[in-house]
């Protein structure tokens, strides 16, 4: 991630226009570039305000990753990105509201170890769906990853499997599921639970895929199209049903919320 694409500092330059940008204005748009419309980076913190209503009611906040594979530097890793996000792992979940409607939120740090999904981010992400599940609530979740945490070998790998089986479950019980994949999603988790909304939104320009376009450009040796694996490219060809500017995302919402669950709960998840 380059200076540029971190909502940090007074001053911050569009890495789409080269425009130089007063921090306060930009947060004050969405993070969204008043020239060009480039969609900064953002983190977990500015997606919950922009989204929920009133905050998270984070669970799980105490889980935390251990070395089952004791990899080499991995533990000292973990410390660095424990002290950069103030979180134990990559994801967060919990209960919130959007436009008064309780639902299960939940979002993912690409600080952390760029946002990889092992054991612990996993076991939380199949805690949420279960909670969803269980409460019979609408589960929204944002994703921004590099794929499945190597450290953890065949433990993050299995995570695929496993949130998407309970996704399988939550389809069975007739609950919608809003994957909201942000840039950059890729990996396992892009060819997971990301992937598996009964809705799929993601904001412009977003680069979604499994392996990365330099990758696949050095693997097959042929040039790429241009745009592709860009949020536009996957909506032309049927991969994403919607791409939506970030300071519309909460409406979007809340409009899809009113068709696709228009009961009227209270936070337990009864009618």
Known sequence: MTQSQTPDGMWLRCDGCGEILYR??????????????????????????IILDNGLKELDSDLAPSDPLEFPQYREKLAKARSKTGKPDAFSYGKGK??????????????????????????????????????????????????????????????????????????????PY???????CTGGVMASFASLGDIII????????????????????EKLPKGFQRAEFLLKHGFLDMVVSRRDLKETLTRILSILWPQKQDESGTL
């Open 98 to 175: 959007i436009s008064g409607r309780p639902v299960v939120f939940g979002v993912m740090d690409f600080r952390f170890i760029g946002g990889s999904m092992g054991s612990v981010v996993g076991e939380k992400i199949a805690r949420s769906i279960r909670l969803a599940r269980n409460k019979r609530l609408p589960l929204i979740i944002v994703s921004t990853s590099g794929g499945a945490r190597m450290h953890e070998g065949m433990f993050s790998l299995m995570q695929m499997a496993k949130t998407a089986a309970e996704l399988g479950l939550l389809r069975q019980a007739h609950i």
């Open 24 to 49: 306060k204005a930009l947060e004050r748009n969405f993070f969204i570039c008043m020239r060009c419309g480039h969609h900064f980076r953002i983190f977990p913190e500015q997606y919950i305000k």
């Open 202 to 221: 993601s904001e412009p320009g977003a680069l979604l895929g499994f392996a990365g376009p330099r990758v696949i450009e050095n693997t097959i040796g």
């Open 178 to 184: 809003i994957s909201i994949p942000v840039d950059p």
